[in-house]
């Protein structure tokens, strides 16, 4: 067993004692201690830790990065065949063209991580290039960018340049970032005998990651054609 003072984290320790784990995945919140590499003799429980509030907010900001997703894409074709003028073929072209290439920068944007930025600064570059794309989109659907021309072109600009290499760089970190948040080993909790291990933490950590996924894509694909219908709706000509 290391020295409580020890910071590092022995992994190979940590995964020899598996016959220590309990399924119990109550939360209890550790004081103010130092993270353990072991789990000590004295253990007679472990538990799930309190998730880290970084990773609440991975979790939230993945949540509106699904929503803002789904909630464009899922209306792009119709946009294109009824404000832009397109037949279905075109449109439905252009639209699995910009899904193509939001997954396969997720390969640039683990390259760009691994080799040069890192996970964070690589989520956070991407994430600030996703919202230039999406005020891009938004101001070339505007009345006036469509009467002048520039619909289109703001338009693929927007989708293949801004919002698919923002997601994908978000996408292909964000899920190992939110697991960072997470210090591996075994707090003492409050409780004698009782350890919060980090291997339980993060199985509540990516339940609520992945929740807010699908919740983030539900949420878009349900509200976004409610909004398109009623503006719609409200202009003479459009249905």
């Known amino acids: 067993m290391s020295d409580a003072g020890e910071k590092q984290v022995d992994v190979s320790a940590i995964a020899a004692n598996n016959n220590h784990y309990d399924t119990d995945h109550d939360a209890e919140k550790p004081f103010d201690a130092q993270v353990l590499s072991e789990l000590p003799l004295d253990a007679e429980k472990t538990v799930a830790g309190r998730v880290p509030w970084s990773s609440w907010l991975i ?45 396969f920068t997720a ?43 520039f619909g289109l072109p703001g338009f693929i600009i927007a989708t293949y340049v801004f919002m698919a290499c923002g997601t994908g760089g978000i996408k292909a970190n964000v899920s190992a970032f939110v697991a960072d948040q997470v210090i591996p080993g075994f707090t003492p909790t409050k409780t004698p005998g009782v350890y919060a291990d980090s291997r339980l933490t993060l199985e509540g950590v990516f339940r609520y990651f992945y929740w807010a996924i699908n919740v983030g894509a539900v949420i878009g694909m349900a ?14 000509g459009k249905g």
């Open 59 to 103: 979790v939230a900001t993945e949540l509106c990065e699904r929503l803002a997703f789904y909630g464009a894409s899922l209306i792009f074709v119709p946009y294109l065949i009824r404000e832009l003028g397109m037949d279905k073929a075109q449109a439905t072209a252009i639209n699995r063209g910009f899904l193509f290439f939001a997954y």
């Open 107 to 149: 390969i640039v944007g683990a390259i760009i991580a691994d080799v040069k930025w890192g996970k964070y600064r690589t989520v956070l570059v991407f994430s600030i290039v996703y919202m230039i794309g999406l005020i891009m989109l938004s101001a070339s659907a505007s009345a006036a960018s469509i009467t002048s021309g």
């Open 223 to 236: 509200v976004s054609p409610q909004i398109a219908r009623n503006v719609n709706s409200d202009q003479p």
